[in-house]
């Protein structure tokens, strides 16, 4: 594929607009969706400790999403 340098430039500026936006996007960290939540006892296998519910939406810095192997 061939393109003009005019459309070169507009695709380019396109794709860093999209990334832009996507980077944007606020993360969702909660504790709902950390590998080292378990759910049903309210338990974080990081602290060893029962996450309050009221902290669970929030997460932590610790949050870790699947091991993808």
């Given at each position: 594929?061939?393109?003009?340098?005019?459309?070169?430039?507009?695709?380019?500026?396109?794709?860093?607009?999209?990334?832009?936006?996507?980077?944007?996007?606020?993360?969702?960290?909660?504790?709902?969706?950390c590998?080292?939540?378990?759910?049903?006892?309210?338990?974080?296998?990081?602290?060893?400790?029962?996450?309050?519910?009221?902290?669970?939406?929030?997460?932590c810095?610790?949050?870790?999403?699947?091991i993808?192997?």
């Open positions: 594929m061939k393109v003009t340098p005019y459309q070169k430039k507009e695709m380019c500026q396109t794709l860093r607009d999209a990334l832009a936006i996507v980077e944007a996007l606020p993360e969702d960290r909660s504790c709902r969706l590998e080292h939540f378990e759910e049903l006892r309210g338990y974080c296998s990081e602290w060893r400790s029962n996450v309050p519910s009221d902290a669970r939406a929030q997460g810095e610790h949050w870790e999403s699947d993808p192997f």
